[in-house]
């Protein structure tokens, strides 16, 4: 294949890439996205000595010191008196340089007004005098890019004219790939990338802040802009971002973090990339675009290999993995309780809310004192507004489990939906002895002996795909009804259990229910509890405490996993409610069996809260299926 | 004679206040410190150390169709890109990980308000930092940490934490992605010595509602060692710039569930309604059928394993192997021409050694983890 064809084919890689996901942007697009409201701007503090500004066309990186401003990006026309008066908050000194990463209307529109504001490091103007030379303003702040900015920037269609303003464009330009310099006592590299999201490209590093500005190479809200018109190429976007991945670095190797006092402090480490939009970035979302890219691309390049058609492709919809990932609104996590100079310095923050707390609580230091008395009042109180205990475990209920419950198997699903296969013990700690008694399983034979319902025991019963619904059988027993096995549980408040919490150290695990029949569900005795507090004071009962004993032996699992006749069943229920009101029972079983398991077998059931009984399918107990 | 009446009703409010402090329920909740050893029952397939589920296991995931398709393309030998070899899980790996935890509380000094709890690291898993003193999380445009940024509350005696700002990860281990976006709601409900972690995932680019995972851990009294591995990244045979995955239609896991468990596709690749009872009847055929096909003991296992030995490689990374093979103190056991198991105790969790085959890495899967009754067939010299 000759040189011409390697290019053509190229190109129509690129092109079929472009059509799928959409990676062409034209220059009005680009314009209409510049024109965004520019009224709030963010700044987002990224060193001590660095600055983000968004929401000014494309993200501005702002080096500041005693030397004056860099600017990487001037962001758009229309929102220059914004960032200026964004600036003019965090230094009184001038901005001296603009260096531009692209000929995007969103990098180099405020170029002129940003620049005119600025003073550039040769001027010797006093006070507001400015030196003008046939209308050039020869104070103003260098505008730095590769010439091919410069090139695309005054560059006029046939016929027409630039698209810049001349007082726009850059007063200094490079041909070379490196240009360098030293600014603020911190090095600056500034690189050219060849034909990347444009051919104009460059990436700004400051190599002692350790930060990267990417420029509109990366995109952090979507698939990057690769114009193919302005000599963008997929390959030249993947070198781009190659180069930026080699010049990052991530956090780490974390060692023996964190420990001693220090261990509260953020882990500190790592190159921060300013993408041209969207959030910061570190290595591995640069890895993570890239990965993205690559991906996307090798999928078009492999349909084209296989003779696809540009239509066959987009109806194959090669990028539809991606899709939904850089479609979003950035300002969605919690935008309203942004605090700008609080980003990067969490500890600064810390110490605001502190000394505004320090304040307030000396303002209000007498009124602490009466609050503890009111609340020690009420504490007294405790028992729903009288100081007599409740008088049943419903009443006593810290929440109310009643209604219909659907199980969610989001964990372990081959091993509850499906029956597994004999001697099939993963995630449980069986014993030698229990291994035995599970080798010799045999579904047949529980089936002629009637024991379908081995596996339908209590200590396994809540682990199974089943719907619940729990009623109160009397105001002292909750029932708890299964569909899948068509089971039942009764859990027995005794009345002083019922009528109040029981501490961990008092509760249920020293009462022994009376000797009764055994059976699959047993007997259970059921408190409110809660845990022991660290200083004590009356506790208030937060979950539901299951003992339950006389059990017959069964099986944890339908594949013949047993426990024994010596098995003890310690359940605890808890019922969260989520900010939209759905409701969540976790119900944690610990099994614990000397002869069948090694160390005691916890386990989790999610029970999600059903707003009626229409799911509800009794089905009967089943040795297999 | 007024300055001494003022400075003694002070000091008498002052020492009533502190009286009654001491009766008052702790604000700080109950006590979460200690070592917490893992107890990998509840998600005994997706937790176990090294082996996790199968490649194409999305089963009770709900997955929309684009993170559906994202697995697909996902391949395991990503891990191996030389800027992941030393990457990290997201916070969210305190609910899809299986390692136990460390927690203890930063407090201040004179007033003993508790101002963050701590998780301590792991091998692939830094430290969590839950900060208690109601600072709000960054904005949207900051920079995500591999720690994440966590806040939390106390609801009762129940510890809420609210983490966002996580980088992009995954929730499954075999590659279900989680986006940057994610966030994760998990309660810490403590009941006698056992402590249970309920963690709600949302993910608005790849799910389509909350996903809910629970893992429960055992009071230890042998502290757990809460530091993070240091790592050094190495050769693990994937070319830098190389980035291994599946075309669409070409991940040939895609009917791994199905021929060895009869599980059928509609399961296998996961979607909210898979995870709830009623989806079992909707596919009851298919299911009945699973049933018959349950896989000889052991012989899922060694298929995974059926590699040549000289392909092998070390997941995940650990200070005892390096990337040529075994690392000092093990040796390889073979079986006939091939390599089985490699499971081997180390700090406070498993170092596994997987496979590696065409590029794609092989992990061993649905293993029990009994070194004592010789499954291992790698063992040190």
């Known amino acids: 294949m000759d040189a011409h064809h390697r290019r053509v084919r190229a190109w129509t890689a690129t092109a079929a890439l472009a059509a799928v996901v959409g990676v062409t942007v034209c220059v009005p697009g680009v314009i209409a996205r510049a024109q965004g409201n520019t009224s709030a701007l963010e700044v987002l503090q990224v060193r001590p000595n660095f600055y983000m500004i968004v929401g000014a066309g494309a993200n501005i990186g702002a080096q500041v010191g005693p030397n004056g401003v860099v600017l990487v990006n001037a962001g758009t026309a229309e929102a220059s008196d914004d960032v200026l008066a964004a600036i003019a908050k965090l230094t009184s000194q001038p901005i001296r340089y603009i260096i531009d990463t692209s000929a995007d209307p969103d990098v180099v529109g405020g170029n002129a007004n940003l620049a005119k504001a600025g003073r550039n490091i040769t001027s010797f103007a006093l006070g507001t005098n400015r030196t003008t030379v046939a209308g050039l303003d020869l104070d103003a702040a260098r505008v730095l890019s590769h010439e091919s900015v410069l090139t695309r920037m005054r560059q006029a269609p046939p016929g027409g004219k630039s698209p810049f303003p001349s007082d726009a464009w850059p007063s200094e330009t490079f041909e070379e790939r490196r240009r360098t310099m030293y600014f603020n006592d911190e090095g600056i590299e500034i690189l050219k990338q060849a034909g990347a999201h444009t051919d104009a490209d460059t990436i700004v590093f400051f190599r002692k802040s350790d930060v990267i500005v990417a420029g509109n190479i990366i995109d952090a809200d979507r698939f990057p802009m690769i114009d193919l018109a302005r000599g963008g190429s997929v390959k030249g976007e993947i070198t781009a971002l190659n180069r930026i991945i080699e010049l990052a670095i991530p956090p780490g190797p974390f060692v023996r973090l964190p420990s001693g006092p220090n261990a509260t402090a953020r882990l500190q480490g790592g190159t921060d990339v300013l993408p041209g939009h969207g959030r910061i970035f570190r290595q591995i979302d640069v890895v993570n675009y890239r990965d993205m890219l690559v991906i996307v691309s090798e999928i078009v390049q492999d349909m084209i290999n296989r003779k696809m058609t540009l239509d066959q492709i987009k109806a194959a919809d090669p990028a539809r993995p991606f899709k939904a990932r850089v479609r979003r609104d950035v300002r969605s996590v919690d935008d309203e309780r942004f605090r700008g100079s609080c980003v990067q310095e969490p500890d600064q923050c810390h110490l605001i809310e502190r000394s505004r707390t320090v304040k307030s609580i000396a303002a209000a230091g007498v009124l602490i004192v009466i609050a503890l008395l009111a609340m020690h009042g009420e504490g007294q109180g405790q028992g729903r507004g009288n100081n007599l205990p409740p008088s049943s475990a419903r009443a006593a209920a810290p929440f109310d489990p009643t209604g219909y419950w659907s199980s969610l198997i989001t964990q372990n699903w081959r091993l509850r939906m499906v029956p597994p296969g004999k001697g099939d013990y993963i995630g449980i700690p069986i014993s030698a002895a229990g291994k035995r008694t599970a080798d010799g399983w045999d579904q047949a034979k529980d089936e002629a002996a009637g024991n379908q319902c081995r596996a339908y025991g209590a200590p396994g019963l809540m682990n199974l795909p089943t719907h619940l619904h729990i009623t109160w059988q009397d105001d002292n027993t909750l029932r708890v009804d299964t569909d899948y096995g068509t089971q039942t549980r009764i859990l027995r408040f005794t009345p002083s259990q019922g009528r109040g919490p029981q501490s961990e150290s008092t509760g249920v695990s020293a009462t022994r229910a009376e000797s009764r029949k055994r059976s699959w569900q047993g007997n259970s005795v059921a408190a409110w509890a809660s845990p022991a507090r660290g200083r004590g004071g009356p506790p208030s009962a937060r ?58 077998y916890i386990i989790s059931s999610q029970f999600k809260k059903q707003a009626n009984g229409s799911a509800w399918q009794p089905t009967p107990c089943s040795a297999g299926w | 004679m007024w300055p001494r009446t003022s400075a003694a009703i002070v000091v008498v409010a002052a020492t009533s206040a502190l009286m009654l402090a001491q009766a008052l329920p702790n604000p700080d909740g109950i006590d979460l410190s200690g070592s917490w050893a893992a107890r990998n029952f509840t998600d005994a397939i997706g937790n176990m150390p090294g082996g996790g589920p199968r490649p194409v296991d999305y089963l009770g995931i709900p997955l929309n169709e684009i993170g559906r398709a994202w697995s697909l393309v996902y391949s395991q030998s990503q891990v191996s890109e030389p800027e992941r070899i030393c990457d990290y899980y997201a916070p969210s790996y305190i609910a899809i990980g299986p390692m136990g935890l460390r927690i203890w509380p930063e407090s201040e000094l004179l007033t003993g308000y508790t101002t963050a709890w701590m998780i301590g690291g792991w091998a692939d898993f830094v430290p969590i930092t839950i900060w208690m003193d109601g600072r709000p999380h960054p904005s949207a445009y900051a920079a995500h940490d591999k720690s994440g940024m966590t806040t939390g509350v106390w609801e009762d005696d129940v510890l809420v934490t609210y983490t966002t700002h996580m980088e992009a990860s995954m929730i499954r281990r075999n590659g279900v992605p989680s986006s940057d976006r994610a966030t994760m709601t998990a309660r810490f409900s403590r009941h006698d010595d056992v402590l249970t972690i309920t963690a709600r995932i949302d993910d608005p680019i790849y799910l389509t509602e909350p996903y809910y ?169």
């Open chain 1, 543 to 600: 979950y539901l405490r299951i003992a339950t004993t006389d059990l017959l032996p069964g099986y944890l699992r339908k594949n013949g996993v047993p426990y024994g006749d010596n098995a003890s069943l310690l359940e605890y229920v808890d019922l969260f409610r989520e900010p939209n009101g759905a409701a969540l029972i976790v119900w944690t079983a610990v099994v614990d069996d000397p002869v069948n398991l090694e160390t005691p």
């Open chain 2, 213 to 381: 995972l629970t893992r429960s851990f055992a009071l230890s009294r042998a502290p757990l060692n809460p530091a993070t591995h240091p790592c050094t990244v190495t050769n693990e045979g994937v070319d830098a710039e190389r980035v291994p995955h599946y075309k669409p239609g070409q991940n040939p896991f895609v009917g791994e569930l199905t021929e060895l468990y009869g599980i059928p596709q509609e399961a296998v690749l996961g979607g909210a309604e898979t995870a709830l009872p009623e989806f079992r009847k909707t596919i009851k055929e298919k299911l009945r059928a699973a049933v018959e096909v349950r896989e000889r003991p052991g012989e899922h296992v060694r298929r995974a394993w059926d590699v040549p030995a000289d392909r092998l490689a070390i997941w995940p990374r650990s200070p005892h192997f390096n990337s040529q093979g075994i690392g000092q103190g093990f040796k390889t056991e073979r079986l006939g021409q091939h390599i089985e198991l490699a499971v081997v105790h180390g700090g406070n969790g498993f170092d596994i050694a997987g496979c590696q085959e065409d590029g794609q890495l092989r992990v061993p899967l649905s293993i029990s983890l009994e070194p004592a009754a010789g499954r291992s067939r790698l063992r040190a010299s």
